[in-house]
Every structure is written in structure tokens, then in C-alpha cells.
């Protein structure tokens, strides 16, 4: 079991910058990918960036630029630079585990982005 807590969610204006954080406890070892999802109202779950343990990264187009996936030990971080009312979401993080393959969500964190 993998247990994740997100944190770092929060109002801002457009171009600011916020910086999410995801705690991972547990079965830490086992964990083969991280990664965040966000979805906005009335919108279907979208992946926002992903991140492997080998550290190759891969993001939404969207955000391409803009967002930066990091992973220190336990921790993944989303550092989101300039924002825009479209990145209002709530924020889940996500990880994969292998043998057996398994999958762990967050419970997610309010990104409000104000023009």
C-alpha cells in the first residue's frame, strides 16, 4: 500500500506561480511512477505530468513550459509557473506500483487561478 498527501493548492492571479507538494508513505519502494492529474469541473481527469523513476518526464502540451514534475526521495513536487484561469483544477497525485501493478490516488488539492 502506498499512501499519498498532497499539499500546496490555493488561490492565485494569473502568472503567479504555486508550487504543489505529494507525500508518498508506505510501500515507497515499490513505487515505479508518480504523477498528477487535475480535473476541473464538469471535465474529464486529464494527466498533467508524470514522472518515472529513472526521472524521464513527460507532460500535457498545455503546460508544456510552464510546469515543472520533480521527485526527491518520498516527495513529488508540481512547480507551476505562470498560470492561467484554464489550470483551475483540483489536483490529484497519483502513483503506480509494480508486482503486483497497482495504482494510488491522493485527495486531491483546490488550484484556483483568478485572471
Known amino acids: 500500500q502506498v499512501q499519498l498527501v498532497e499539499s500546496g493548492g490555493g488561490l492565485v492571479h494569473a502568472g503567479e506561480s504555486l508550487r504543489l507538494s505529494c507525500e508518498a508513505s508506505?510501500?515507497?519502494?515499490?513505487?515505479?511512477?508518480m504523477a498528477w492529474y487535475r480535473q476541473a469541473p464538469g471535465q474529464e481527469l486529464q494527466l498533467v505530468a508524470r514522472i518515472a523513476t529513472t526521472g524521464a518526464t513527460n507532460y500535457a502540451h498545455c503546460v508544456k513550459g510552464r510546469f515543472t514534475i520533480f521527485r526527491d526521495n518520498a516527495m513529488v513536487y508540481l512547480q507551476m509557473n505562470s498560470l492561467e484561469p484554464d489550470d483551475t483544477a483540483v489536483y490529484y497525485c497519483?502513483?503506480?506500483?509494480?508486482?503486483?501493478?497497482?495504482?494510488?490516488w491522493g485527495q486531491g488539492t483546490q488550484v484556483t487561478v483568478s485572471s
Open positions: 497519483h502513483s503506480t506500483s509494480l508486482s503486483p501493478l497497482r495504482y494510488f
Open positions: 508506505g510501500s515507497i519502494s515499490s513505487i515505479a511512477t
